[in-house]
Structures are given as C-alpha cells and as structure tokens.
C-alpha cells in the first residue's frame, strides 16, 4: 500500500510536457485504474483467507435437527462429504449417496471403546456376506492424527480392513447419543429403520430388513442421566423435584450399566442411579454406606443369602454373552435436607419393590481372626510417606492403619471368610509380603510380624437376603 501511494505522489512530477488539464486527467485515471487493481486484489486475498476459515466455522456451527426412526435421510444429509480411512478405493471422501439403495449400518465408534474394537470383525464377516446389499460405515469423531496411530499399532493393526468416517462432525448430530458403540440403521428406502446396540447387527436382523420383515432389533434410544430416569422432557427445569423413585427389571440399550450421583453445592449425594445393573450391584454400593456408618467395612463375606435361585442375584453367562434378563434400574431421589437418610430409604425401596427382602443383622457366623502371637512389636512403622498396594505383588502396606491391609485382602478370592481384627494395635504399620497366592502363603508371610489369622465363631453384622 505504501508503494501505492508512493507511486501516486510521484505521478505529477512524470506531467513536465502536458497541459496542466491533461496532466490531471492522466493522474485521475491512472489512479482509478490503480485503485482499482488494488480492489481487486484486496478481494482475492479476501475469498481466499475466507474460503479456508468457513468450513471449520460451519462445521462447528452446523446445527441439523436429529434424525429420528422413521425419518427419511434428508437430500443434504446425502450429499455432505464426510473423510474416511481405509477406503477399499483409497478415496479420502466418500457421501452417503454412495450408498443409496443399500442397507447402510452406521457403527459410531471410539479407540478407547473395547466393546466397539471386537465387534469389528464380526461386522467385517458380514459386509462380505451381503456384499452390494450392505455397506457397514464406521464413525469416529477422533482426528486423523489419532485414527492413523490406532490402525498401525496395537490392536488396530488387525483391523485395517475397517472403513471409517472420521474427523466427524456432522452424521453424530444427525444422530446423536451418548454411548458408543452406537448403531444406526439405514433401509434401502433412505428411511431410519432403527437405532440398536452392536449386538443387534445379525445375519438374521440384516436379512429381516432386505427382505422388508420383521426384525428382532431393540431399539436403542439414549437417555440423559443427567435428568431422572424415563422422566418425560416436558418435565421442565423450572419445577423442584423433591422425591422421586424409579425400579424397573430389564434391560434398557441407551443406558450404559454403572452409576450416577446426585448432590448438593456441598456434595451431599440426595440421589443414586444404578443402570442396567445386576440386584446385587445395586445392593452392594447400599451396604458399603450402611456398614460404614456402624464403623465396619462391607464386603462379598458379609453377605449370607438364602434364596432359592442365588444366580440370578449376579451377572449370569450364556455362550459367553452376558444374559441381562435379571438387570435392573434403579433411582431415587429424596429432598436435600434428608440425605444422610438415602442409603436407608435405598434398602427400604428394595425391600418393598423386589423379589427379595435383604436386612443387616447379627449372625453367629465362622470367620478369620487375625491376633498377634507375641508382644514384642514389629509392625510399627518407620514414617514416611503412605502405601498400599495390597493385594498386587509385592504387597506393600507403609505407615498406613492394619485395617487398611484387611480392607483390600478381604476381597480376594481365597478369603472366603469375614476376617476380623483382634490385633488391639492401633498405631500405623509398615508391612510388605510377597505373592499372595492361597491362605496358607498368607499366614506364613504374617507370621514374620507376629501375626496370625486363626479361625473362629464371632457374632458379626450380617446382610442377609432372603426370598420374598
């Protein structure tokens, strides 16, 4: 620009011959021409900077209105260029209009989900099978940067042969969810025929759908656990809910199995929401709170049941599948004031609503004691800074409570038995034993600190569960 204008000033000075009205003519002209090339100029530069900032701004402003079942694939939807890896063609971009007329099986998908990673061979076994009749899709919205890592390394290299979308930021807001892996099918007719967890994508279900049948699909529908459970969306944020209690037997796709707090500014918990969830799964986390306000420590040997069918209390397999016949799910939610009451409503609501009844009691039970052989002390600890990696190998427990040792081994699996401390010692230890690997290997490593675990009757809080 200052060269522009250089030029401009300089112009007068080049009019020595000319009449003074020519020479002004010529400076009107030559500088119209000037500015304008500077114009035109000035508008490339414009579109250019423009053309490679738009796309990152629409992508992340795009904003389409989510994709139901039976909803038809909307003419943009079809024509929107997605990136891909792994393209059998080698193409970098493909758009689903590629695909019309086939069944489309969208698998949204995630590096860190196992779950996603070990159905893909399944899917693979199927694209093959069906050939031009299907094109199963993966759909990732991680960067290419770390999709190109995932399919050169680890468990990634096995799988090279999957075609995805990544980078994605456009078919995930067209069908958006919470969870992955997430399946969305496409019929051939460019209708949403469905939305479904991975396990649904069957030889059966896709030549259901070819064959224009009926399928076996469960419908996959995600739920915000941020909001009660099932609770409708015209439940506004403007209402107060002050008590509220859902238990329902049976499995629900759009909810991940695991839990869900709600708290106070204080962090209070007032509610508790367990998903998809064995009974036993929801009692434990209960139990681990009410033993603890009786200043004990809950676990699986604590535990005496007297059911009919004790199986069903727990996670059961078929053909190496999770059978999810006996989940549950579960919340309440009691006013905030309350709180230090939740875990006893909890127990009461199991109590009132399931096949069971469950109750802490005292029981004269068989356990393991674990005393002192001598007086003299060699568990007192050094100081420094604390440790516990029970029950890895080496299990090392430094300037931490005895109990904190008791906390950790009482889960494994060869303490089959309440295990209580008669010790009487109370300062902190330091305490390292090597592999752990039965009872006996056990003992021995306690008895270099002049400990012991002996067995013995003791009259001990109980969960005992019953049949209704």
Same mark, same amino acid.
């Given at each position: 620009?200052?060269?522009?204008?250089?030029?401009?000033?300089?112009?007068?000075?080049?009019?020595?011959?000319?009449?003074?009205?020519?020479?002004?003519?010529?400076?009107?002209?030559?500088?119209?021409?000037?500015?304008?090339?500077?114009?035109?100029?000035?508008?490339?530069?414009?579109?250019?900077?423009?053309?490679?900032?738009?796309?990152?701004?629409?992508?992340?402003?795009?904003?389409?209105?989510?994709?139901?079942?039976?909803?038809?694939?909307?003419?943009?939807?079809?024509?929107?260029?997605?990136?891909?890896?792994?393209?059998?063609?080698?193409?970098?971009?493909?758009?689903?209009?590629?695909?019309?007329?086939?069944?489309?099986?969208?698998?949204?998908?995630?590096?860190?989900?196992?779950?996603?990673?070990?159905?893909?061979?399944?899917?693979?076994?199927?694209?093959?099978?069906?050939?031009?009749?299907?094109?199963?899709?993966?759909?990732?919205?991680?960067?290419?940067?770390?999709?190109?890592?995932?399919?050169?390394?680890?468990?990634?290299?096995?799988?090279?042969?999957?075609?995805?979308?990544?980078?994605?930021?456009?078919?995930?807001?067209?069908?958006?969810?919470?969870?992955?892996?997430?399946?969305?099918?496409?019929?051939?007719?460019?209708?949403?025929?469905?939305?479904?967890?991975?396990?649904?994508?069957?030889?059966?279900?896709?030549?259901?759908?070819?064959?224009?049948?009926?399928?076996?699909?469960?419908?996959?529908?995600?739920?915000?656990?941020?909001?009660?459970?099932?609770?409708?969306?015209?439940?506004?944020?403007?209402? $107060?809910? !002050? %008590?509220?209690?859902?238990?329902? @037997?049976?499995?629900? +796709?759009?909810? /991940? =199995?695991?839990?869900?707090?709600? *708290?106070?500014?204080?962090?209070?918990?007032?509610?508790?929401?367990?998903?998809?969830?064995?009974?036993?799964?929801?009692?434990?986390?209960?139990?681990?709170?009410?033993?603890?306000?009786?200043?004990?420590?809950?676990?699986?040997?604590?535990?005496?049941?007297?059911?009919?069918?004790?199986?069903?209390?727990?996670?059961?397999?078929?053909?190496?599948?999770?059978?999810?016949?006996?989940?549950?799910?579960?919340?309440?939610?009691?006013?905030?004031?309350?709180?230090?009451?939740?875990?006893?409503?909890?127990?009461?609501?199991?109590?009132?609503?399931?096949?069971?009844?469950?109750?802490?009691?005292?029981?004269?039970?068989?356990?393991?004691?674990?005393?002192?052989?001598?007086?003299?002390? $060699?568990? !007192? %600890?050094?100081?420094?800074?604390? @440790?516990?990696?029970? +029950?890895?190998? /080496? =299990?090392?427990?430094?300037?931490? *409570?005895?109990?904190?040792?008791?906390?950790?081994?009482?889960?494994?699996?060869?303490?089959?038995?309440?295990?209580?401390?008669?010790?009487?010692?109370?300062?902190?230890?330091?305490?390292?034993?090597?592999?752990?690997?039965?009872?006996?290997?056990?003992?021995?490593?306690?008895?270099?600190?002049?400990?012991?675990?002996?067995?013995?009757?003791?009259?001990?809080?109980?969960?005992?569960?019953?049949?209704?």
């Amino acid at each position: 620009m200052n060269k522009l204008l250089h030029k401009r000033k300089a112009i007068p000075y080049t009019c020595h011959g000319l009449a003074l009205e020519t020479c002004s003519g010529f400076m009107n002209i030559t500088q119209k021409y000037i500015l304008l090339a500077f114009l035109l100029m000035y508008v490339a530069v414009f579109q250019q900077v423009h053309a490679q900032v738009t796309p990152a701004k629409a992508a992340n402003s795009f904003k389409p209105t989510p994709l139901s079942i039976g909803d038809q694939i909307p003419d943009e939807l079809w024509d929107i260029p997605l990136q891909v890896v792994n393209h059998p063609e080698g193409k970098k971009t493909i758009t689903l209009a590629d695909y019309k007329g086939k069944l489309i099986i969208l698998d949204f998908w995630a590096t860190y989900c196992s779950p996603c990673i070990k159905n893909f061979p399944k899917l693979h076994t199927l694209q093959n099978e069906f050939g031009d009749r299907l094109k199963v899709l993966a759909v990732t919205k991680e960067d290419t940067d770390k999709i190109t890592r995932f399919f050169k390394t680890g468990a990634g290299k096995e799988h090279t042969n999957v075609h995805s979308v990544i980078n994605d930021s456009v078919l995930s807001k067209y069908f958006p969810h919470k969870t992955v892996p997430h399946i969305v099918w496409v019929a051939p007719n460019g209708k949403v025929l469905n939305t479904s967890q991975a396990e649904d994508i069957t030889k059966a279900n896709i030549q259901a759908v070819l064959d224009n049948r009926k399928t076996q699909i469960l419908s996959k529908v995600d739920i915000d656990r941020n909001r009660p459970l099932f609770l409708s969306e015209h439940f506004t944020d403007n209402l $107060k809910i !002050k %008590s509220y209690s859902i238990f329902a @037997k049976g499995y629900y +796709p759009g909810l /991940p =199995s695991g839990n869900n707090f709600k *708290k106070t500014k204080e962090g209070k918990i007032y509610g508790r929401q367990m998903t998809n969830a064995t009974i036993m799964s929801i009692y434990n986390p209960i139990l681990y709170e009410l033993f603890s306000k009786k200043g004990e420590q809950f676990n699986s040997n604590r535990i005496i049941t007297e059911v009919t069918e004790p199986a069903l209390l727990h996670l059961i397999k078929k053909d190496e599948k999770s059978d999810k016949s006996n989940f549950y799910n579960y919340e309440l939610i009691i006013p905030e004031e309350k709180a230090d009451s939740l875990y006893y409503y909890m127990l009461a609501d199991l109590n009132r609503y399931s096949e069971y009844t469950g109750t802490i009691e005292k029981r004269m039970v068989d356990c393991l004691v674990l005393v002192r052989t001598s007086k003299q002390d $060699k568990l !007192k %600890s050094k100081g420094g800074q604390q @440790k516990n990696t029970f +029950p890895a190998s /080496p =299990s090392i427990l430094i300037n931490q *409570k005895i109990e904190a040792m008791l906390n950790l081994i009482s889960d494994e699996n060869f303490i089959t038995l309440p295990i209580v401390d008669e010790t009487g010692y109370n300062d902190n230890v330091d305490i390292e034993v090597s592999d752990i690997k039965n009872l006996a290997n056990f003992k021995k490593e306690l008895n270099r600190y002049d400990l012991d675990l002996i067995p013995a009757k003791r009259s001990l809080n109980m969960f005992v569960i019953k049949d209704k």
